[in-house]
T-cell receptor, first 115, second 115 residues
């Protein structure tokens, strides 16, 4: 199957700083990438959808100025959590979809802890 | 709006016993249905998916699922559980224009396997 690499797997940052998470499709071109957030013992909630070269589409209730998404190339999307606060601590997972495929492949996830 | 219900938060099964994880969905059109497995701190791995055709779908690791339109269900089954199957299982419905893009997840069922 296709491989999606997410980095870093874990990050701890201080409150008020920004953190960037990368999501790379290693062996296919990802025309669409999705960013999910998972709270402890809860399900995944879609945060935003990004198409290469376009602005991301955010789900209702997700602050686009706080969660900056860039999808500048067909193999890389980044999620930047700006001015992070402890309530942003969560597990963030990306998935990538290629044109013609019927399955989006998931990265390994990033555990963000804001202290 | 699309929704997925997984009524069982936890299930404990003895190793070697059969397993059934329940999933009910709400979707106005023909659903695109998925089952994913998540090991602790990891991303999601696709077990199987249903788009159309045969309502009994075979997946990886010996899993299968049956789509029952009349019951709006897509239950996951395995005839004999192994200790390595202990994980979190998520049912999802594809809600995008093409049916397999934006995924709406259930809350998950944690499977515990006893010796």
């Amino acid at each position: 199957g296709a491989v999606v690499s997410q980095h870093p797997s874990r990050v701890i940052c201080k409150s008020g700083t920004s953190v960037k998470i990368e999501c790379r499709s290693l062996d296919f071109q990802a025309t669409t990438m999705f960013w999910y957030r998972q709270f402890p013992k809860q399900s995944l909630m879609l945060m935003a959808t990004s198409n290469e070269g376009s602005k991301a589409t955010y789900e209702q209730g997700v602050e686009k100025d706080k969660f900056l998404i860039n999808h500048a190339s067909l193999t890389l999307s980044t999620l930047t959590v700006t001015s992070a606060h402890p309530e942003d601590s969560s597990f963030y997972i990306c998935s990538a979809l290629s044109t013609g495929r019927t399955e989006a492949f998931f990265g390994q996830g990033t555990r963000l802890t804001v202290v | 709006a699309q929704s997925v219900t997984q009524p069982d938060i936890h299930i404990t099964v003895s190793e070697g016993a059969s397993l059934e994880l329940r999933c009910n969905y709400s979707y106005g059109a023909t659903p695109y249905l998925f089952w994913y497995v998540q090991s602790p701190g990891q991303g999601l791995q696709l077990l199987l998916k249903y788009f159309s055709g045969d309502t009994l779908v075979q997946g990886i690791k010996g899993f299968e699922a049956e789509f029952k339109r009349s019951q709006s269900s897509f239950n996951l089954r395995k005839p004999s559980v192994h200790w390595s199957d202990a994980a979190e299982y998520f049912c999802a419905v594809g809600a995008g224009n093409t049916g397999f893009q934006k995924l709406v997840f259930g809350t998950g069922t944690r499977l515990l396997v006893s010796p």
